[in-house]
């Protein structure tokens, strides 16, 4: 599951799949912004039919953050 | 905040754009994630180019309109104030048919894919005569 998620990642956000590692900085990694921040949720919700809260998303840091929100809610 | 499906013609109370700029005639809502919108297209539309086609800057316009409708409509129904929208982005966008030229009417089916604050992702399609000429995924931004 961790895999299709970074796949999908590294796709839609034109990165490496090495560099998307568990305790790396999601925003930094993929050069989020607040406007490509809801194309990560969207994805999620697409992909995993998990729907991320906006209230939530500052508890999302890392990558391993976003498994754990993600595949708790799965 | 579920209502029924219903039909909005007074748009000027969803979106500031006024005519020659207002692309968007008929919003339709059908829920809090989705809706639909016509637009007959004039003329005098500004959007046509020089063969009388709709250009896909127009298409796209619509597209954004409607986006801002249903926005703003959804403000309205939680008692909040209606803001400006911008278009933030545009991904996946495909041609998939002729554009139409003046007297055709315009039908676009929006739906929410995501929300962050005050970014929205839509996915759009619009068609003509149920025939797509246009998908695209778009972020609207509210000021």
């Given at each position: 599951?961790?895999?299709?998620?970074?796949?999908?990642?590294?796709?839609?956000?034109?990165?490496?799949?090495?560099?998307?590692?568990?305790?790396?900085?999601?925003?930094?990694?993929?050069?989020?912004?607040?406007?490509?921040?809801?194309?990560?949720?969207?994805?999620?919700?697409?992909?995993?039919?998990?729907?991320?809260?906006?209230?939530?998303?500052?508890?999302?840091?890392?990558?391993?953050?976003?498994?754990?929100?993600?595949?708790?809610?799965? | 905040?579920?209502?029924?499906?219903?039909?909005?013609?007074?748009?000027?109370?969803?979106?500031?754009?006024?005519?020659?700029?207002?692309?968007?005639?008929?919003?339709?809502?059908?829920?809090?994630?989705?809706?639909?919108?016509?637009?007959?297209?004039?003329?005098?539309?500004?959007?046509?180019?020089?063969?009388?086609?709709?250009?896909?800057?127009?298409?796209?316009?619509?597209?954004?309109?409607?986006?801002?409708?249903?926005?703003?409509y959804l403000h309205r129904l939680a008692g909040k104030t209606i803001?400006?929208?911008?278009?933030?982005?545009?991904?996946?966008?495909?041609?998939?048919?002729?554009?139409?030229?003046?007297?055709?009417?315009?039908?676009?089916?929006?739906?929410?894919?995501?929300?962050?604050?005050?970014?929205?992702?839509?996915?759009?399609?619009?068609?003509?005569?149920?025939?797509?000429?246009?998908?695209?995924?778009?972020?609207?931004?509210?000021?």
């Open positions: 599951m961790i895999k299709k998620m970074v796949a999908i990642l590294a796709d839609e956000f034109e990165v490496e799949a090495e560099v998307i590692q568990p305790e790396a900085n999601i925003k930094e990694t993929m050069h989020l912004d607040s406007l490509s921040l809801v194309d990560m949720v969207g994805l999620v919700n697409e992909e995993f039919g998990v729907e991320i809260k906006t209230p939530d998303l500052p508890t999302i840091k890392t990558f391993a953050d976003l498994y754990d929100y993600v595949f708790t809610r799965m | 905040m579920s209502s029924p499906a219903c039909k909005v013609t007074d748009i000027a109370s969803l979106i500031p754009q006024r005519s020659p700029i207002q692309m968007v005639d008929r919003y339709i809502f059908e829920d809090e994630l989705n809706c639909r919108s016509e637009l007959t297209i004039n003329e005098d539309n500004l959007f046509l180019d020089e063969s009388g086609y709709m250009s896909v800057e127009g298409v796209l316009e619509h597209i954004a309109q409607t986006s801002a409708a249903h926005i703003g803001s400006l929208g911008y278009i933030g982005d545009i991904k996946r966008c495909a041609v998939t048919g002729q554009m139409p030229a003046a007297g055709a009417t315009l039908c676009t089916h929006v739906s929410v894919v995501s929300q962050v604050g005050n970014v929205t992702l839509v996915s759009a399609e619009a068609a003509v005569n149920d025939s797509p000429i246009l998908s695209c995924r778009m972020k609207v931004a509210e000021d």
